[in-house]
């Protein structure tokens, strides 16, 4: 019987066929009432179990704070985008000096409604301008972000 199962289970993926898919997220961040420009922002699709986490973008924003950032991903399910920003915003004394160590990492979940089919993005998520200063209950830390851009 377990064999059975094994054997039904490998039939199933081996004719699952995967599907590529695209996402992609605009927007404007600001800190204060400054444009927050060269933050960081990547687009992820977060896997679990063993299939590793996929970078599908990674943009710095403009010297006006806007980014575009989009990617695709060859899943047999749905992707499950993450939009993470970071951004040293809030972070420095009068001085100008970091108070902090690392970046500020911000972490959001896309919409499911915003996953195209193919790799053009024809449906894009529009964040709007996001002021960097509202600080998230689950942030964290992270060093070293620039390496992946």
Same mark, same amino acid.
């Given at each position: 019987?377990?064999?059975?199962?094994?054997?039904?289970?490998?039939?199933?993926?081996?004719? +699952?066929?995967?599907?590529?898919? %695209?996402?992609?997220?605009?927007? +404007?961040?600001? !800190?204060?009432?400054?444009?927050?420009? @060269?933050?960081?922002?990547?687009?992820?699709? /977060? #896997?679990?179990?063993?299939? =590793? #986490?996929? *970078?599908?973008?990674? $943009?710095?924003?403009?010297?006006?704070?806007?980014?575009? $950032?989009?990617?695709?991903?060859?899943?047999?399910? @749905?992707? &499950? =985008?993450?939009?993470?920003?970071?951004?040293?915003?809030? @972070?420095? +004394?009068?001085?100008?000096?970091?108070?902090? =160590?690392?970046?500020?990492?911000?972490?959001?979940?896309?919409? &499911? %409604?915003?996953?195209?089919?193919? +790799?053009?993005?024809?449906?894009?998520? &529009? *964040?709007?301008?996001?002021?960097?200063?509202?600080?998230?209950? @689950? /942030? /964290?830390?992270?060093?070293?972000?620039? /390496?992946? !851009?």
């Amino acid at each position: 019987m377990k064999l059975l199962v094994v054997i039904s289970i490998c039939a199933l993926v081996a004719f +699952t066929e995967a599907r590529v898919q %695209s996402v992609g997220v605009r927007g +404007t961040l600001m !800190c204060g009432n400054k444009p927050l420009s @060269d933050a960081v922002v990547k687009l992820w699709d /977060e #896997d679990s179990g063993p299939d =590793p #986490d996929d *970078v599908l973008g990674c $943009v710095k924003t403009d010297s006006q704070g806007r980014f575009e $950032v989009q990617g695709s991903e060859n899943e047999v399910s @749905d992707i &499950d =985008p993450v939009l993470k920003i970071y951004t040293n915003c809030e @972070d420095t +004394t009068l001085m100008g000096v970091l108070a902090k =160590p690392c970046q500020r990492k911000i972490k959001m979940t896309i919409p &499911d %409604s915003y996953i195209n089919s193919g +790799t053009t993005v024809t449906n894009w998520f &529009d *964040v709007g301008v996001m002021n960097m200063q509202l600080k998230q209950n @689950d /942030e /964290e830390r992270k060093c070293s972000v620039f /390496e992946i !851009c």
